[in-house]
């Protein structure tokens, strides 16, 4: 059977960084309030929502970047997207 785990690093692996996010956003454990949020709002400004987030004045570029980072470093993954 296929973990929730396996099947976002999978897909993050495979560079489906939108949908890795989509799982990782919803996992407790292991992921402070802060990180969960990174997460959710990298996920959903790479699938259309980034206008709404820019207009808040934040800086989706980087929040996408930080999320990609969080990954890397909880699940020790050394490959670059």
Sequence with gaps: METKTNKALSL?????????LKIFKTFRI???ADERRILQIAQESLTGKESFY?????????????AIQIIKQKYSLKKTL
């Design 30 to 32: 292991g992921l402070t």
């Design 12 to 20: 993050f692996s495979s560079g489906d960084i939108a949908g890795a």
């Design 54 to 66: 820019q207009s808040l004045q934040l800086n989706t570029e980087a929040i996408k970047q930080e």
